[in-house]
């Protein structure tokens, strides 16, 4: 049903390139279903230990399938505006949601060529290279982040980088303090950052 919306649209849309990119869109929705459903069916460890945790499960059950239902929703309307940095930023973070990483880089990496000075972009850009793992690669896109605008959230995400996952507490440790002041920051965010400042400075004490 999806995909003879998808066609649908692709037949109505009068410019050939974006009819290029809602095939690619279209390729891509298809593929990540495929791979969805593969896992699903071939690995049966993920089923038991879902099994073993129902709420999760029924959870799971509910928001893949709403997940899937947005990106499509989101696919047909960056393929109908495909310069449309929110429409854009909003379809990678909807992918990274539903943990379709390299999709969601791509389309963050696409928001940014859109607008490059927009921060957004980049920002998202680095969790989601943390979320992958690549640890170095997401500080390097947070700094870059930075130099578009010091955002208190970014810093907070360069700070438990640089603390547990790069080895680097010093600079972990500064970067939270520099999110502290900045004027814009959220109260519940400068509590976290506040109660995990203290618990640095507790296991440092207790070496």
């Avoid at 593969?38 to 029924?58: C, D, G, Q, V, Y």
């Avoid at 928001?63 to 109908?80: F, G, H, N, R, Y």
């Avoid at 949601?97 to 920002?123: C, H």
């Amino acid at each position: 049903m999806v995909l003879k919306n998808f066609m649908t649209v692709a037949l109505d849309t009068p410019s050939l390139t974006a009819r290029f990119i809602l095939i690619f869109l279209i390729l891509a929705l298809t593929l990540m279903v495929g791979v969805l459903l593969k896992t699903r069916l071939t690995s049966p460890s993920l089923t038991i230990k879902l099994n073993a945790h129902e709420m999760h499960f029924a959870a799971n059950q509910e928001t893949i399938p709403q997940d899937m239902d947005e990106i499509s929703a989101l696919m047909q309307s960056v393929a109908k505006n495909p310069n449309d940095v929110k429409l854009v930023l909003k379809l990678a973070e909807t992918l990274m949601q539903a943990e379709q990483w390299e999709p969601a880089l791509n389309f963050a990496k696409r928001a940014q060529n859109i607008d490059p000075k927009a921060f957004e972009p980049v920002y998202l850009q680095g969790i989601i290279l943390h979320r992958q793992g690549r640890y170095s690669e997401a500080a390097t896109t947070l700094e870059g982040a930075l130099n578009i605008r010091d955002d208190a959230a970014c810093r907070y995400s360069l700070g438990i980088l640089y603390s547990y996952f790069l080895n680097a507490p010093d600079i972990g440790e500064r970067h939270l303090k520099a999110a502290l002041l900045i004027p814009s920051i959220t109260p519940n965010l400068k509590a976290t950052i506040e109660n995990e400042l203290n618990r640095q400075k507790q296991k440092k004490e207790a070496k």
